[in-house]
């Protein structure tokens, strides 16, 4: 089994500034070597990819939050987290960490509103 837990959600105003975390538990002897990510779920609309961080440190971003959005792992604490700058309003959404391919948190509230 393996759970994930999203925190650092809540209210920020446009430009302000985020991070996120996750805290992955249970049966993850092999976290150094999955696949780590965020996705995004805006009000109404699917959920979207965010950012990926993989097994080789390699990272990777949507176009939309490129140049705004860090991802980053931390092996040793089997956690992964999203630094969010300049945020949008756009950005609100329900934000999910994946574990490997198929395993989620149950997400953090990100608003972003004056």
């Known amino acids: 089994q393996v759970q994930l837990v999203e925190s650092g959600g809540g209210l920020v105003q446009p430009g302000g500034s985020l991070r996120l975390s996750c805290a992955v538990s249970g049966s993850i002897f092999s976290f150094n070597s999955v696949d780590m990510a965020w996705y995004r779920q805006p009000p109404g609309k699917e959920r979207e990819f965010v950012a990926a961080?993989?097994?080789?440190?390699?990272?990777g971003y949507a176009g939309s939050v490129k140049g705004r959005f860090t991802i980053s792992r931390d092996n040793a604490k089997s956690a992964v987290y999203l630094q969010m700058n300049s945020l949008k309003p756009e950005d609100t959404a329900v934000y999910y960490c994946?574990?490997?391919?198929?395993?989620w948190g149950k997400g953090t509230l990100v608003t972003v509103s004056s």
């Open positions: 961080n993989t097994r080789s440190g390699i990272t």
């Open positions: 994946r574990y490997d391919t198929n395993y």
